[in-house]
């Protein structure tokens, strides 16, 4: 730990919607300065332009939202050390670059495309590492030839010819490497645009981050960021690189191939904010090797860099699943009714305003919530409820063992009986069906199975005689008798 204020950052590049891997990085870097006192930063990485992709900003800071990880300071929100996109900061690289240049720890290189071209082709042939430095040792004379015809220099850092390049992070522990092995890496590209590496280095610097928490792809720059920093004599953040997230079997990175990856694709299939927060911070992380429920408050309480995996994670979707319908059984019924409208209103086609008037949904609730899964589930638990009339698939209204002369007589003495029930509530419908169900010399199971699928089209659906009373008796009546006329076409 340092003895200053932590302040850590989420830095994205706005190329594709937010995947989960950078979700979880932003979750981290949240909970850590939560958990600290600390700031947390959002900062775009915007220097790319051929990859800049405007939907995937906003996706970027829906989704973040989205997932309750709001950012202290950033774009949207501001504060002291903004501008928080790189492509706003151009001059500020600009400027370190020439810092470099004039302070010895960087040059100009005005070596054309084709003659770097060419030291790439016999880099792959198994020659020289990168690029030959020509430009380190011009003279004077052949720096001002260069600048008359016109060529517009990129900006290299001189990396050490001989030594190594040591660092330390907290999870991977200590990496040493030859910087024989490093090239001058570019650090400002001849159209005044930064390389990722120093405007990444400057930013982390400028905006005082105490603690560089990213996914383990950005190791390997590491070595050549710790040259920057000691280049500017600028102290260097603590690194924590996290481990990938793998594929479901264990083998190879998580990826589309695997399901989806983005948080939007969660969202949309009714996920919880809440679920999917808790999954995305056990993923990597373990408080005590068991526990799996926590609330934000507890993970904030005890995230911390210790409990992160030095070994990479599977994304299970299985657990996400499991773990969204503890979240739902958990919701008070009125919050979930709130959550449940958009997916039902969009699975049927109509409008939420709509479906609000109406009592069903709410009424169903209770019914269903132990057996939802994901908000999108709804549909198809609910859905008949909302139909005019019910497209049947005749075959299901025969129950098994009987014939359709059996169901026709089952229906109608069902139908009679329920139209002159006094009372219409679950109890009543029970006792008196099972009894009719005796009658018959059927089993309860037959009979309800016949009802079942008369009112809903279904053979899975919530609680019977809880949906015949949401139903209320007059649709459930009708349907019944359009259910008989559908076994008596059959039977004849
Ligand atoms: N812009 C980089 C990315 O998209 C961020 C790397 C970092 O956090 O330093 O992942």
Request: hydrophobic residues 40%; negative net charge.
């Amino acid at each position: 730990m340092t003895d200053k204020p932590v302040r850590v950052r989420f830095a994205p590049s706005p190329t594709g919607y937010l995947h989960v891997g950078g979700a979880r990085t932003a979750l981290y870097n949240w909970l850590f300065a939560r958990h600290h006192g600390g700031t947390f930063i959002l900062r775009i990485e915007d220097t790319d332009r051929t990859r800049y992709d405007a939907k995937a900003l906003e996706d970027i800071f829906d989704s973040l939202r989205w997932l309750g990880l709001y950012w202290d300071e950033g774009p949207q929100v501001g504060g002291a050390y903004g501008p928080y996109a790189q492509s706003e900061r151009l001059a500020i690289y600009q400027k370190y670059a020439r810092q470099l240049v004039d302070e010895g720890h960087a040059y100009y290189c005005y070596c054309s495309p084709e003659r770097l071209a060419q030291m790439r082709e016999q880099h792959d042939r198994g020659g020289q590492t990168g690029y030959d430095r020509h430009c380190r040792y011009l003279t004077a004379k052949q720096r001002a030839d260069y600048e008359a015809q016109g060529i517009v220099p990129v900006v290299r850092l001189k990396v050490p010819l001989e030594g190594q390049t040591t660092f330390y992070d907290v999870i991977r522990g200590q990496t040493t490497v030859d910087n024989t092995t490093l090239d001058d890496l570019v650090l400002l590209k001849s159209d005044g645009f930064p390389t990722y590496h120093l405007a990444n280095v400057v930013d982390d610097h400028l905006m005082e981050i105490t603690h560089i928490m990213r996914g383990d792809e950005w190791l390997p720059s590491v070595p050549r960021h710790v040259l920057i920093y000691q280049a500017f004599g600028w102290e260097i953040p603590i690194y924590a690189h996290l481990p990938i997230i793998l594929s479901p079997t264990g083998k190879g990175k998580l990826s589309k191939r695997h399901g989806g990856v983005e948080v939007r694709y969660f969202r949309e299939r009714g996920y919880l904010p809440e679920a999917m927060v808790n999954f995305l911070a056990r993923v990597g992380w373990s408080y005590d090797d068991k526990t799996e429920l926590f609330t934000r408050e507890e993970l904030i309480a005890h995230f911390d860099l210790n409990g992160v995996n030095k070994s990479p994670a599977a994304f299970s979707y299985e657990k996400l699943e499991w773990m969204n319908g503890v979240y739902i059984r958990n919701l008070p019924a009125d919050d979930l009714v709130q959550r449940l409208v958009p997916f039902l209103a969009t699975g049927l086609g109509i409008e939420e305003n709509e479906l609000r008037k109406r009592r069903e949904l709410r009424e169903l609730v209770p019914l269903v919530q132990e057996r939802l899964k994901t908000l999108a589930d709804i549909t198809d638990w609910a859905d008949f409820f909302f139909v005019e009339e019910i497209t049947y698939d005749p075959r299901l209204l025969i129950a098994k063992k009987t014939t359709p002369a059996d169901c026709v007589f089952a229906l109608d003495r069902t139908l009679e009986l329920l139209a002159s029930l006094p009372d219409f509530s679950e109890e009543a419908m029970e006792t008196a069906l099972r009894g009719l169900a005796d009658d018959l010399n059927m089993n309860p199971g037959q009979l309800f199975g016949i009802i079942r699928v008369a009112v809903t089209g279904k053979t899975v659906t919530p609680p019977l005689f809880g949906t015949l009373r949401i139903l209320g008796r007059e649709r459930v009546l009708s349907r019944l008798a359009r259910a008989r006329e559908v076994v008596l076409q059959l039977a004849a």
